[in-house]
């Protein structure tokens, strides 16, 4: 297996370049494999749960995935016993390709985990990537994991929780998917299941519920058949309003919105609450949207 060296410098001519927008982005990283296309249109989902997971969890991800299969879409897991491990087996199995990202250095040698060497194999003969910031000869130590989180979440557009205990490690990746405001959402799972205590906790404080691959389509722009967008009529709202709804043709934080609109907090809070009350725009994990 060739071991190559990528420079914080040369992260922005590939699919890297969100990396350059984190606080602690990596100075290097080493590879093994194919980076992908730098297509724009590409979207990257980290897929993360627990090593211990239920059936549930295991036939929910086969299904949503088999259901994404044909789409611009690359998998990115971290080749962990559990939830890792199936996500990067799902995206091999429908035609989609997948990034690991260990808590430990490339070298077979200290590959972590030991058991799931053939499966890096499988994913460099489909076309796909191993990644990381620790050197070849690095082995995993209890830190690696929550620090190699952050390049997981840092490359993906969305993250999808699968199941997560209370106290659950992926919850660190959650909390990482929000800072650096990408998508987080979650598979619902049973209120009894101390499997997704932590997950269905996401999904009370606003992580849409996913139940289809469509959903996640939907949120990623990847689909014809979103809802169509109300037709406004701009002359029902005042200036301020006029102002929010033009710009949310993208989805934007509150600091983005007050930024572009020069509005103290208060006075943009007041206008926020007015649109939702005219539901015309719906706020979800800190980030506003156009209904």
């Known amino acids: 297996m060739s071991i190559k060296n990528i420079k914080k410098e040369e992260f922005n001519e590939t699919f890297l370049e969100k990396l350059l927008e984190i606080s602690d982005c990596p100075k ?24 211990q997971h239920s059936n549930y969890a295991k036939e929910s991800l086969e299904k949503i995935m088999s259901e994404l299969k044909g789409q611009n879409i690359v998998i990115i897991s971290g080749l962990a016993l559990g939830i890792d491990t ?53 082995k995993a130590t209890p830190w690696s994991f929550p620090q190699r989180n952050r390049i997981m979440a840092g490359i993906s557009d969305m993250v999808l929780i699968v199941e997560a205990k209370e106290k659950s490690g992926t919850l660190i990746t959650a909390r990482l998917a929000l800072d650096y405001n990408k998508d987080l959402v979650v598979i619902p799972n049973s209120i009894f299941s101390e499997y997704s205590k932590g997950s269905n906790r996401l999904m009370k404080q606003g992580a849409p519920p996913i139940f289809c691959g469509n959903d996640i389509l939907e949120i990623l722009g990847l689909t014809e ?21 033009k710009i949310l043709e993208e989805p934007m934080n509150k600091q983005e919105l007050q930024e572009k609109l020069n509005l103290n907090i208060t006075q943009l809070n007041t206008e926020l609450s007015i649109l939702e009350l005219k539901d015309v725009i719906k706020e979800s994990l800190g980030k506003y949207r156009k209904i």
């Open 225 to 245: 058949n979103k809802p169509k967008q109300k037709t406004l009529n701009l002359d029902d709202f005042s200036e301020n309003e006029q102002k929010i709804l």
């Open 28 to 51: 290097s990283l080493f590879y093994s494999g194919n980076f992908p296309d730098n297509n724009k249109k590409t979207k990257y989902i980290a897929i993360v749960g627990s090593r």
């Open 86 to 138: 199936l996500a990067h087996k799902y995206a091999i199995k429908n035609n989609l390709k997948t990034i690991t990202v260990p808590g430990s250095g490339l070298g077979e040698k200290n590959l972590y985990p030991r058991s799931n060497l053939e499966l890096t194999k499988e994913i460099l003969d489909n076309n796909g990537l191993l990644l990381s910031e620790f050197k070849e000869n690095f």
